[in-house]
């Protein structure tokens, strides 16, 4: 709906999950640059019960990828119909970076940072459900 009012908002939103996917990409990239592959890999660079938040964040890079490639191929027959369910995914994306950082993250619990993460958290939120309220009355 933004999209037919104000047409900068698509090519805001392409490069907003340009810059989202290549950032997503780069964490780990500087990570396995730092410790090694090796080391990346076996989980060796993290304690244990910390592991649980490097494979959510595992996840939420391929998870990103799917939903990068979706909005790449939308026009595809296959994805006209079914690309915006998919892209729904980038939501479950949020949260599991939300929740990988602030568990791992550097120090967020513990400083004034944690209201701008309680902040995206509550904005993630609001637009998820304004989303899943407005797909509703379109039906």
Do not use: C
Request: net charge positive.
């Amino acid at each position: 709906i933004f999209v037919k009012k104000i047409p900068w908002v698509y090519q805001f939103h392409k490069a907003e999950g340009i810059f989202a996917l290549l950032l997503a990409l780069l964490h780990p990239t500087l990570l396995v640059s730092a410790i090694g592959l090796e080391k990346y890999l076996s989980y060796s660079y993290i304690a244990e019960d910390l592991k649980p938040f490097v494979v959510i964040a595992q996840i939420q890079i391929l998870f990103l990828l799917v939903t990068a490639l979706t909005a790449i191929f939308m026009r595809m027959p296959f994805l006209q119909k079914r690309w915006r369910t998919i892209h729904y995914l980038n939501y479950v994306v949020f949260y599991g970076i939300w929740v990988h950082s602030w568990f791992i993250g550097s120090d967020i619990r513990s400083t004034p940072l944690k209201y701008l993460w309680i902040f995206f958290l509550i904005s993630a939120t609001a637009s998820l459900v304004s989303k899943i309220v407005f797909a509703q009355r379109r039906r």
